[in-house]
């Protein structure tokens, strides 16, 4: 079913999926391990892991120590990968899909992950007044560019001073018109990390202040 459609009349952006529960397993490699996982009729690319979702598990960059948010983690796979390049950081994994969070907390503990949790709800909610270093997401771009424009412009409220936003898309989601809307209005830089099939791993980086910047802020303060 394409773009990962829970159904023809239940969209994976269900908070309690009505479809008939099929569970199954699913695996892939990631830097060397095998990463084992449940996954279920109802959610977002129940059949495995798409083309795009592994783009961007293979294009995203996290350090050891990072705090890390997987926004609509889906069954997991992004959020576990994430915490297994963070090892003395944490992952926090946000879902609106309740089925698919119960499935990305059975997932975390089948792939021994103690660096993570996930929380219930849309968007930026589950995580209020927090912020992290990497921001990842392969977004629900079928609710719409309005709302996955409100996310883009959301992101940087949640992301540390040097803190990044990665999220990945392909042409017919209007991943093109995101990364020009990015290049235009994001408070730092944008880059393609990578490309297949299709899609593109966006990142969009907050530009560190600067010393003059930092002498201005102070200025500024004290006039």
Same mark, same amino acid.
């Given at each position: 079913?394409?773009?990962?459609?829970?159904?023809?009349?239940?969209?994976?952006?269900?908070?309690?999926?009505?479809?008939?529960?099929?569970?199954?397993?699913?695996?892939?490699?990631?830097?060397?391990?095998?990463? #084992?996982?449940?996954?279920?009729?109802?959610?977002?690319?129940? !059949?495995?892991?798409?083309?795009?979702?592994?783009?961007?598990?293979?294009?995203?960059? $996290?350090?050891?120590?990072? #705090?890390?948010?997987?926004?609509?983690?889906?069954?997991?796979?992004?959020?576990?990968?994430?915490?297994?390049? =963070?090892?003395?950081? !944490?992952?926090?994994?946000?879902?609106?899909?309740?089925?698919?969070?119960?499935? *990305?907390?059975?997932?975390?503990?089948?792939?021994?992950?103690?660096?993570?949790? $996930?929380?219930?709800?849309?968007?930026?909610?589950?995580?209020?007044?927090?912020?992290?270093?990497?921001?990842?997401?392969?977004?629900?771009?079928?609710?719409?560019?309005?709302?996955?424009?409100? /996310?883009?412009?959301? *992101?940087?409220? !949640?992301? %540390?001073?040097?803190?990044? /936003?990665?999220?990945?898309?392909?042409? %017919?989601?209007?991943?093109?018109?995101?990364?020009?809307?990015?290049?235009? !209005?994001?408070?730092?830089? $944008?880059? $393609?990390?990578?490309?297949?099939?299709?899609?593109?791993?966006?990142?969009?980086?907050? #530009?560190?202040?600067?010393?003059?910047?930092?002498?201005? =802020?102070?200025?500024?303060?004290?006039?």
């Amino acid at each position: 079913m394409p773009d990962g459609e829970a159904g023809p009349s239940e969209p994976y952006w269900t908070e309690r999926p009505r479809s008939r529960s099929t569970p199954g397993e699913r695996r892939f490699l990631y830097r060397g391990e095998m990463l #084992r996982f449940v996954v279920d009729a109802g959610v977002f690319s129940s !059949h495995g892991l798409d083309p795009g979702t592994a783009l961007l598990i293979e294009n995203l960059r $996290v350090d050891p120590t990072d #705090r890390v948010l997987d926004l609509g983690c889906g069954w997991g796979p992004v959020g576990v990968a994430a915490a297994r390049s =963070a090892p003395r950081g !944490h992952v926090v994994l946000t879902e609106v899909n309740r089925r698919a969070a119960r499935l *990305a907390r059975r997932n975390l503990d089948r792939n021994g992950v103690v660096n993570a949790e $996930v929380r219930v709800g849309p968007f930026f909610e589950p995580v209020t007044g927090e912020s992290f270093d990497v921001i990842v997401t392969n977004p629900p771009y079928r609710l719409g560019r309005e709302s996955i424009l409100r /996310l883009l412009e959301d *992101a940087p409220r !949640h992301l %540390s001073p040097t803190g990044r /936003l990665v999220l990945v898309g392909k042409g %017919s989601q209007g991943i093109r018109f995101y990364q020009d809307w990015l290049e235009t !209005h994001w408070p730092g830089e $944008v880059e $393609v990390l990578g490309r297949g099939s299709g899609y593109r791993v966006i990142e969009a980086r907050r #530009r560190p202040p600067t010393p003059s910047s930092r002498v201005r =802020a102070r200025r500024r303060r004290s006039s």
